[in-house]
T-cell receptor
């Protein structure tokens, strides 16, 4: 898996959009960008993944730059329940392992 | 999404005893499951890959004789921590691969917190 770099922590006001960046400058052509989050003392939760195109689902949007060297996860209207550690992972999808970095600790505040 | 369960959710045991943790895929079959360990304020570390009907593949530095993995069916993998010691106290998380309409996803169990006294 290509190495990813994320800010250690971010704050976001409730109701505002949370934009979480991820750098993956060495990503290879067959690696997807996956996002997971982990709420305290729970297992990670899958959020979204994409290859080239921007993706959107009921949880979030994923914006991938044209050169695929970075991406941004967008939570459009953050709530207190979105407080968690968010992990960005570059992964082929067919390979077995997911390698977790240190992630971004998002704190949503009133 | 697909559901993965773990049992127990927490366990406290005495040093020297063995503890078994179960990981089940509830609504899908999983030929491959994974076991992770997470120490406080650290990220998840992959311990081993569990393959149905064959031996598990362990990551470097993980003692296979201490962390016994059995994947006897397509919906169940077990991790047994043998002769547990306080340094084995950790949050153990399993996951399973699932091929959804959008491609490969990996779903995680809720985790098992092990405390060894």
């Amino acid at each position: 898996d290509a190495k990813t770099t994320q800010p250690t922590s971010m704050d976001c006001a409730e109701g505002r959009a949370a934009n979480l960046p991820c750098n993956h400058s060495t990503i290879s052509g067959n690696e997807y960008v996956y996002w997971y989050r982990q709420i305290h003392s729970q297992g990670p939760q899958y959020i979204i993944h994409g290859l080239k195109n921007n993706e959107t689902n009921e949880m979030a949007s994923l914006i991938i730059t044209e050169d695929r060297k970075s991406s941004t996860l967008i939570l459009p209207h953050a709530t207190l329940r979105d407080t968690a550690v968010y992990y960005c992972i570059a992964h082929t999808g067919t390979a077995s392992k997911l390698t977790f970095g240190t992630g971004t600790r998002l704190q949503v505040t009133l | 999404g697909a559901v993965v369960s773990q049992h127990p959710s927490w366990v406290i045991c005495k040093s020297g005893t063995s503890v078994k943790i179960e990981c089940r895929s509830l609504d899908f079959q999983a030929t491959t499951m994974f076991w992770y360990r997470q120490f406080p304020k650290q990220s998840l570390m992959l311990m081993a890959t569990s393959n149905e009907g064959s031996k598990a593949t362990y990551e470097q530095g993980v003692e296979k004789d201490k962390f016994l993995i059995n994947h006897a069916s397509l919906t169940l993998s077990t991790l047994t921590v043998t002769s547990a010691h306080p340094e084995d106290s950790s949050f153990y998380i399993c996951s399973a691969k699932f091929y959804a309409s959008g491609g490969l996803e990996q779903f995680f169990g809720p985790g098992t917190r092990l405390t060894v006294l």
